[in-house]
């Protein structure tokens, strides 16, 4: 499909969903970030009217913009709705046409290739930073030594970008689909991108064109299922990129499973390889923005012997945490509640989902008195599987020299340039830190 075709039918999408809204405002009264975000006296129809005007006229109050900007892709707005709209859906449209209104093509162009290089730089050197070169085939960012496949795979499974920051899960991924005789191909990184970046940016042209390259890649399993990983990935494709290519008249290239569901789906072949018990009283890191995923997370948590879940009193709000920095101070805020709340409810660990979590979390573990685990991690280890954390390891000593040593191994073997390296471990790991270590907790 061109591009020109896919923005067409993205327009045609907006404009359907335009003519469908009510503008009962719904959407904004069930959105938990109105209020944080300094809108909650705000009246629900006129800033729901707002968004209509920016995508229809290119235009609209403050108050219906700042409602946009500070969207973190929660989608209880989704299930307020009535009459057929994604309202997550309109708002994303929403800072797409502020950002078409503010810069001209070229600049958006500029900046998207910008955040793609930067994605592609931070990824490629993390994972080389802690990954041989037969993990890093197994994950798809190698080329294999072994002869190329004969026939298709039954499932693709989809890693999307940033979770290769934090590869232990993605292997983790791997190592229970093997368990469960699961029959996939890993697909993901840089080269098949899912246009996030360009998304952000404006740039729709560019967007169309990764789009199709990477759904093409996606398609090629016997089921046409992929089973992906990264909530940022599943949205865009599932909102965005899929619904345009079936409007734009193409067939349906293929479904999209997250992964905690399709292990949820496949609880009862799990459950024979839960065999150790993991003595451990455990919080789920919580956000809801794909439905359904929270509550497969917790009820695999729940078919861990000896695991115990405490539900901490914190908002579960956003996509994943890296879409919370909208709102910088209430990111900050909630997550040392949260940390807080683990402490006071005495868990032994903190267990997240998503890679952003985990990479925005793991480090507090020098801190305070409980681990930061992944969900694969638990599960694992019940099944007598473990993949080292070596993001957490380095992100702890919080050190660039210490890193640098500790990594100089394989930066060697994988032709790392140390000014590089020390860049992405500046910017890319101990920057990505929203609330800073606290010292040592009681």
């Known amino acids: 499909m061109q591009s020109a075709g896919f923005e067409d039918a993205l327009s045609a999408r907006v404009g359907d969903m335009l003519d469908a809204c009510t503008k009962c405002g719904a959407c904004f009264e069930a959105c938990p970030i109105a209020a944080p975000a300094g809108l909650g006296g705000a009246d629900p129809k006129a800033v729901v009217s707002g968004v209509l005007d920016v995508l229809r006229l290119g235009d609209g109050p403050e108050e219906s913009k700042k ?5 973190m892709a929660s989608g209880e707005c989704i299930k307020a709705c009535d ?5 997550r859906f309109l708002l994303t449209m929403t800072r797409l046409a502020l950002m078409r209104a503010d810069k001209d093509a070229t600049e958006r162009r500029k900046q998207g290739v910008t955040a793609f290089r930067k994605v592609g730089e931070d990824v490629t050197v993390l994972s080389r930073l802690q990954l041989s070169e037969d993990a890093l085939i197994r994950l798809g960012q190698r080329p294999s030594k072994e002869k190329p496949r004969t026939e298709l795979p039954d499932v693709v499974f989809y890693t999307g970008c940033n979770v290769l920051k934090t590869p232990h899960i993605a292997l983790l991924c791997l190592d229970i689909m093997d368990a469960l005789g699961t029959d996939y191909q890993v697909m993901g990184g840089p080269t098949h991108c899912c246009g996030t970046a360009q998304l952000r940016s404006g740039d729709i042209d560019t967007l169309g064109r990764f789009a199709n390259n990477t759904i093409n890649k996606l398609a090629q399993s016997k089921s046409k299922q992929v089973l992906a990983w990264c909530p940022s990935c599943v949205m865009q494709f599932s909102e965005t990129v899929l619904p345009t290519v079936e409007r734009a008249g193409a067939e349906m290239p293929f479904d999209l499973t997250p992964f905690m569901r399709f292990l949820h789906a496949n609880l009862d072949a799990l459950r024979p390889h839960l065999n150790a018990r993991v003595e451990m009283t455990v919080a789920l890191h919580r956000h809801p923005g794909i439905a359904g995923v929270m509550e497969a997370a917790e009820e695999l948590l729940s078919a ?5 879940i405490v539900k901490l009193d914190v908002p579960a709000v956003g996509l994943q945490s890296v879409n919370l920095a909208t709102l910088p101070k209430y990111k900050a805020e ?5 940390l807080e709340a683990a402490r006071k409810a005495g ?5 997240a989902v998503y890679h952003s979590d985990h990479r925005e979390l793991c480090a507090h573990e020098r801190d305070w008195p409980f681990r930061v685990l992944n969900i ?6 019940s099944m007598g599987i473990r993949q080292d954390d070596h993001y957490k390891s380095l992100k702890i000593k919080q050190d660039v020299d210490a890193i640098v040593t500790d990594a100089s191994d394989l930066m060697k073997r994988h032709g790392v340039d140390l000014d590089t390296a020390r860049k992405v471990i500046v910017n890319g790991m101990l920057g990505d830190q929203p609330l800073p270590l606290q010292g040592r907790q009681a």
């Open 67 to 71: 409602w946009a900007k500070a969207c």
């Open 83 to 87: 009459y057929g709209v994604n309202p």
């Open 304 to 308: 861990v012997p000896g695991v115990r």
């Open 334 to 338: 909630l997550q040392l509640r949260e």
């Open 347 to 351: 868990v032994d660990a903190l267990v």
């Open 376 to 381: 694969l991690e638990v599960v694992g280890e």
